[in-house]
């Protein structure tokens, strides 16, 4: 079965960039979803098909990809952006999740 | 704006049942599939079951396959998981998770509801 793997937790100092990576054989051939999840709070999406905002999530928020890396990078990051990140990919029945970073903004 | 709210969660010994259910508004409901979506401490994010628009697909994880039912109710605009033969490792957040298309072929998560808790202890 596939796995996804992130780094469990990333820390930068506000207006900072902050780079998540999520790594996993099955990024060769699926896209990749990222999730921010905030303490009580139920998972947002934030990028989608690998690099594509949704609407209302802030221009800060990209996503790249490059072979079996996907990575989440947020620009000039905020204090609200402190959350749970997890990266999502489904294929050939298998949906899987990363188990998860902390990213932390002080 | 769309709402996935769920309910029935709560304190249940190993062995028995517990249904759970989501309510959806703000969507046309028997458009999209729909997902359970469990998350512990331990494990994260795991994935429990589909259920594609109109229940002809319907695909479970390993770990619940045999004891877990999803179902739907598109005139309620409702999501359904029937627990039954509970373990103490099913203890979770269980959400409800809205898929981008009406198949659970291509599994794709969009919008999350709260969450409701069980907890499976003797």
């Known amino acids: 079965s596939y796995e996804l793997t992130q780094p469990s937790s990333v820390s930068v100092s506000p207006g900072q960039t902050a780079r998540i990576t999520c790594s996993g054989d099955v990024l060769v051939k699926k896209y990749a979803r990222w999730f921010q999840q905030k303490p009580g709070q139920a998972p947002v999406l934030v990028i989608y098909k690998d690099t594509e905002r949704p609407s209302g999530i802030p221009e800060r928020f990209s996503g790249s990809s490059s072979g079996t890396t996907v990575t989440l990078t947020i620009s000039g990051a905020q204090a609200e952006d402190e959350a749970n990140y997890y990266c999502y990919s489904g294929a050939d029945n298998n949906r899987i999740f990363g188990g998860g970073t902390k990213l932390t903004v002080l | 704006e769309v709402q996935l709210v769920e309910s029935g969660g709560g304190l249940v010994q190993p062995g028995r049942s517990l249904r759970l259910s989501c309510a959806a508004s703000g969507l046309t409901f028997d458009d999209y599939a729909m997902h359970w979506v469990r998350q512990t401490p331990g494990k994260g994010l795991e994935w429990v079951s589909g259920?594609?628009?109109?229940?002809?697909?319907?695909d479970y994880a390993d770990s619940v396959k045999g004891r877990f039912t999803i179902s739907r109710d598109n005139a309620k605009n409702s999501l359904y998981l029937q627990m039954n033969s509970l373990r103490t490792e099913d203890t979770a957040l269980y959400y409800c998770?809205?898929?981008?298309?009406?198949?659970?072929?291509?599994?794709?998560?969009?919008?999350w509801g709260q969450g409701t808790l069980v907890t499976v202890s003797s």
């Open positions: 259920i594609s628009w109109n229940s002809d697909s319907i």
């Open positions: 998770a809205k898929d981008i298309a009406g198949d659970i072929a291509e599994t794709e998560f969009d919008y």
